[in-house]
């Protein structure tokens, strides 16, 4: 199916599953411990091995000589693969350095070999009995350091430059230049990489925790040579990703080499301090934000320009891309700065680009508010904008900015807000911030098969992840609403190759592409099961477990017949995404309380309005909203990925160096979503929300914070050394 | 991690004689932290012994007033325990702002006086480190020391003890109850238990090969208000940048030892005298020899403001 | 000398000999000797898992955690960072939460273990299980049944007395508050971010919500 035209009124629009906080259907096994994840298949894997991954100890340089003869000679030892035994590797597409080093080392922890062992005992002991003998290079660690020289990424295709910038902004009668600083982060999901692999022959099967199994297939496939129809990727429960898992990382590689040199089944999981450095991670940004604005608050120039590192032939972090088109101003400059830094891989990680360019972007605007002497909230309604700045002629499908923040301000009870630094509770100073969020709508092609059985029970398959989304269960709701049958009748089967492909997850597109892709598929069907049922496919209404038209109704499970039916389509979109810019809104809030003596920042309240097209399932979605928002809060106050200049790698490289928030550091958070439908993005009328989420979250507590305390910090995480200074004489 | 021999020991005496007969054996009861390090082939005992049947779990009064804790005490029923509660609450404060509920429960009196530092040099065998492989040089120093000591380190460490427990058992002025592979029973005072790194940070504590605590006394109670604050950036579930011990007397005397400053519990009695002056003087003296790096110097400023902050609450 | 490309550096056998032992051994002799690797030592280990008798045959580096996960096939209880940092492999043992990671199983000979499996099934939820389905108190199910062991410990150690970091009134009863579960629920790390659904699962349980 192509979606070209406008969705016009179709079955999901009824509503009956759609739309409701339905609790998720894999709930139960996710709860009870049952559902298998990548290094637990027991129930589908005899007597595997265990794969141990030994990492580089320098950052850059070469393998002047690896010893393995004690690994090998170790307990229970079954095989030990490194670049010079692996036979030939190619990168894949979507990975920057190669999964496995040597002899040339790309970066720390990057992986030089695996043990393979009887026991995971075994294999780690072993592991650590190889020597390895380096000759180290100078690399290049420091995005301050090098970002004068850093040129234009991709030459500079995606800077924009309108109007007369610089000649607008100087001439500006309020004017702000600041420039911000976001660090490294780790996506630190709670399951690390783990694969299981297993050969029959030619054919790989790997069980591993993936967002993207095409990709991952593909890139399994490419990187071991052989066809892509030999690989067989299986995905069906995914311990967290956040962009962590788009790519096959070592695991996947490792356990599939380790396999075929031991012979048997290996299962290969990185270690919580080998996921650091060894895996991606989202980079740090150094950001500079130019605002000019009339008296009265009109911007009339504004200029962000970023710059972030990466491994030669990697990418930028992307973090000026929503000053395109979040605020008006005739005058604009946009730049992305990409130097060389041989520190890990950077990637994506949650709302990349966007997360950190609105950390950064959203404080300035507090900053030029303030300057002005507006509220905030009535500064950036001033400056909202119902067009592509850059294409006046493109409007934006839907664009409710303003009402998120309005309605966001009168819940929050915005109006009680003080002057910096002169709220206090007892011992603590409290603030309030606000911050917009943005996160483009992409949508990406999506196919899906769908069987209904003599049961009437209707089956997805489809090769989409759940990566903690709640995919399943939207994915069953819309199989439910398309063919009317409860959500008990419909069952939906993930994350395989050898189903139909579909967006996977990643950039906020799964939820609306893939259900749309669903939706394909059912519309399919719904044709194949009137026909079969002698009902014409134009009239036939589909509930209560029935098919119907005029006084004809008959059971599904009897239309379909002993042998079922079964139906296959995708939907592919046209340009509809060009015609209309397609993005998502949100108006973040936060409370916070600073110690007046040790400066330790707590937030005290948090909520975010959404408008972000239809929500297929309000409790799964607040879900992805307030989890967004706990990473956001982890981004603000505390997430560093501490660099070592001289070494070159992540220091703090364990979960209790990098500290994510705990339960402790989470109030109680509220999620509003505005009543929105969006008929250009897809059948579904929906649009992502699970990247909006955390889009905005941090400036809104450095705002809260300055607000507390009358102290603004450019420099993320905002910790308590950065206002030590310049809090109030404890007396 | 190594392959190791393991015993269950049956007496303190016969820990400790096992533990010489063995070179590098270790005890091991909650475990928390030498599995942690055993993982990472950071501790490599060849043996272990296991000490946890020896019914070292109980909390006694002592003739003169305090209290005796076994050194297999878990940290979750000391900071429970209804004396230690009401007499040296400070002992609790600390307690519950260490770790986790599920470490507490496993964690015990003794092995938390002997946790191994948090730096993540140590805890990188790639990187050097004078206290894991003596001579190797110290990372940390000129390079990520945001968590380090401000004071009392060394040229070849600058290392922090990670305990809460142990500042305020310094605070407590704490008896370490020992015995020797010979049989024979000592009394460490807290004071001398824990050793600043100067050339040799491997050694850590003045315990010798095979000499295994017992116990743990405390003074009988010295009443004041129990102040134990700790400054972290995240609210629970981690390591100190800061924490203040204080007991203060309403005539405003009172002790002070600080945790996440040095190689360990940091208390000058010197600077106790100061406490009616304020917390600028107590601090003065508390850093007088302070040599802080550019990452960790606000931990001197956050110090004397967590103290001031603690003199105001004590004054109610 | 803190230039990781010298040679002896990262050799590993360098290491091996030297390495600073001496947590409860001492620090009187400066080194432990070199220790050939020797085969694992396997050792026998029964205890009762979800009220069933288990034998095993270990090799005494097992920690609990991997008997449970790769010996007893019980996945549920998860394998987050195997160094007490996320909560994700929390069981009940004996009547009380801890982490099994950090924990050798041959030093459990006699315990009994309560796993997420021994708290529910699918179609028989334990209370916890139902309340974090109701509440949506998970996202990706990794980190959940480590909080839902957590939880189910959580609510008894209020109701037995024991302090947390934020209780007032250390000689007082200790009150059941949001804030008391959070500090509580702290050694759980979710990334997903389902916190506040936890607390009001945890909360619609303890029938404070």
Known sequence: MKFDTPATTNPIDQLKVIGKPTDRIDGPLKTTGTAPYAYERHDAVDNPAYGYVVGAGIAKGRIAAMDLAKAKAAPGVLAIVTADTAGKLQKGNFNTANLLGGPEIEHYHQAIAVVVAETFEQARAAAALIKVRYTKTPGQYDLEAVRKDAPPAEKGKNDVKIGDFAGAFAQAAVTLDATYRTPDHAHAMMEPHASTAQWDGDKLTVWTSNQMIAWGAGDVAKTLGIPKDKVRLISPYIGGGFGGKLFVRADALLAALGSKAANRPVKVALTRPFMFNNTTHRPATIQRIRIGATKDGTITAIGHETWSGDLPEGGPETAAEQTKLLYAGANRLMATKLAVLDLPEGNAMRAPGEAPGLMALEIAMDEMAEKLGIDPIKFRVLNDTQVDPAKPERLFSQRQLIKCLETGADTFGWSKRKAPGTARDGQWLTGMGVAAAFRNNIVMKSAARVKLDAKGVVTVETDMTDIGTGTYTIIAQTAAEMMGVPLDKVVVKLGDSTFPVSAGSGGQWGANSSTAGVYAACVKLREAVATSAGIDPTKAVFANGRVRSGNKSVALGDAVGVNGLVAEDLIEFGDLGKKYQQSTFGGHFVEVGVHAATGEIRIRRMLAVCAAGRILNPKSARSQVIGAMTMGAGAALMEELAVDKRHGFFVNHDLAGYEVPVHADIPHQEVIFLDETDPMSSPMKAKGVGELGICGVGAAVANAIYNATGIRVREYPITLDKLLDRLPEVV | MRAFTYQRAASPAEAAAAALKTPGAKFIAGGTNLLDLMKLEIETPPHLIDVNGLGLDKIEPTKGGGLRIGALVRNTDLAADAKVRKDYAVLSRALLAGASGQLRNKATTAGNLLQRTRCPYFYDTNQACNKRLPGSGCSAIGGISRQHAVVGASTACIATHPSDMAVAMRLLDAKVETVRPNGQTRVIPIADFHRLPGTTPHIETSLQPGEFITAVTLPKPIGGTHIYTKVRDRASYAFALVSVAAVIQTDGTGRIALGGVAHKPWRVEAAEKELPRGAKAVSAKLFANAVPTPENRFKLTLAERTLAAALLEAKG | ?209
């Open chain 3, 1 to 209: 000398m803190d230039d990781a490309s010298d040679p002896d550096f990262n050799r590993r056998d360098v290491l091996v000999g030297t390495t600073a032992s001496f947590a409860l051994t001492g620090g009187g002799t400066a080194a432990a000797q070199p220790i050939a690797v020797s085969a694992p030592v396997v050792s026998k280990v029964a205890f009762r898992v979800n009220g069933k008798d288990q034998v095993l045959d270990l090799d005494l580096r097992t920690t609990l955690l991997d008997a449970l996960r790769e010996h007893l096939n019980l996945t549920g209880t998860k394998k987050g960072c195997d160094h007490g940092q996320c909560g994700a492999c929390t069981v009940i043992v004996d009547g009380r939460r801890i982490n099994a990671c950090l924990s050798l199983a041959v030093m459990h000979e006699g315990d009994e273990i309560t796993t997420i499996e021994g708290l529910g099934t699918p179609t028989d939820l334990h209370p916890m299980q139902a309340a974090f389905v109701k509440h949506d108190g998970y996202q990706c199910g990794y980190c959940t049944p480590g909080q839902i062991c957590s939880a189910v410990a959580v609510l008894d150690e209020i109701k037995a007395g024991i302090p947390s970091h934020v209780t007032r009134d250390l000689t007082g009863t200790v009150e059941l508050s949001p804030a008391e579960i959070r500090e509580r629920m702290s050694g759980n790390i979710c990334r997903c971010g389902a916190y506040s659904n936890i607390i009001d699962a945890i909360e619609d349980v303890a029938g404070v919500a």
